[in-house]
């Protein structure tokens, strides 16, 4: 009877087949028929579904919800006062057309991690908190691992309310209030905090292992690149009267991919907005985002700064002028090192650093952090071809439970 409680009634006898009936219950949530892949934006309709689901399987478990007041979510197991949390969960929230599990396969799991530590019978002797981050990957206000950044005090409210999306709607309009800001009182109520995700990358691949434990996140950023030229006509302009922004903008793309190259870092323009966006109108004016990562801080600042000088001389010969903005900079995360080391032991797993920005790489600079990650046999992420194994989903479900209950045991 207890166990069966715990495990939510459900009919499937194992853990795949528990992962595959509660995947397949947000799976048609936010999906384009077209490509296949999600567009689930911070506070859109797929989202708010989303946490309407979320405070659905939260209550099928007894677990009270919270919000901090900035769109993010928690839900808790165990009783408040034996002791400050562990955190464990992810986002919500895709990239434009992006894969089924970069976020949600970290609330999932949570969820049924809990469930299995039930059935095991096993009682927290501090408890655990399932979260959902609001807009962590920046895709409809610019700013990615929003939530967590306003939940720590790395951003202001003033500033996260200011954010617009395409529409122009700010993030305080979508939140329906002024975003809180910091909140110590909450983060300094969490013992630690597990991150379990979708391996961005084929290091798993290669290491022949269903689970990971992650070091590192290297340094990144995302700088927005305007450049400003004279709109005119494509036919009656002579070439050589043109103030072209295109050519600038086209010029800077191939610097930064060059430039990134020599120094084995990476440099990516995925994004780009033309004015007037016309075949036969020289633009006027070109914005392109630059997202930038590497190893080393001092590589990445480097490989910005050169970036911005070939293009400035570029811009100078074109006509047109070029004014490169920081959007937003997350400096090299080390996870928890003992924590890191305790994991891979526990669950005899590799240790590798990653390229992706995630919240906990927000919360490692306040609460000892740890990520787990899932294999992914395409190695493809934030694109429809994102993949994982029922089998493989189902090892991280039991990974979690096996680190909530060695973190909880005391
Ligand atoms: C987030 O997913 C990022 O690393 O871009
Ligand atoms: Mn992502
Ligand atoms: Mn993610
Ligand atoms: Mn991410």
Known sequence: ????????????????????ELWDEIAPIGRDARTGGYLRYAFGEPERQLREWFRQQAERRGMPVSDDGNGNLFARWGDPEAGDAVLTGSHFDSVPHGGAYDGPLGIVSAFLAVDELRAAGVTPARPVVVGAFVEEEGARFGVPCLGSRLLTGALTPERAAGLRDADGVSFAEAL???PAGARPDLVAGFA?????????GRAMVDRDASVGVATA????????????GEGNHAGTTRMADRRDPMLTY????????????????????GRVRVEPNATNAIPARVTGWLDARAAEESTLAELVEAVRAKAAERARRDGTEIAL???????????????GRRLAALLDAPTLPTAAGHDAGVLAGHVPTAMLFV???????????????????????TALARVLAELTSR
């Open 325 to 339: 903005t920081e959007e937003s900079a997350t400096p090299l995360v080390g996870f928890d090192a003992d924590l």
């Open 217 to 228: 996140i290297w340094p990144h950023g995302r700088w927005r690149f305007d450049v400003t």
């Open 250 to 269: 086209a010029f800077t793309v191939l610097a930064a991919n060059k430039e990134a190259r020599l120094r084995g870092a990476h440099a990516t323009v």
């Open 375 to 397: 294999r992914n046999p395409t190695g493809v992420s934030h694109s429809p071809a994102e993949s994982a194994t029922d089998a493989d989903c189902a090892a991280g479900v």
């Open 1 to 20: 009877m207890f166990i069966e409680n715990a495990l939510q009634g459900s009919p499937a006898t194992t853990t795949a087949g528990r992962f595959r």
């Open 192 to 200: 630690a905090f597990v991150e379990l995700h979708v391996e961005q």
């Open 176 to 178: 329906g209030d002024r």
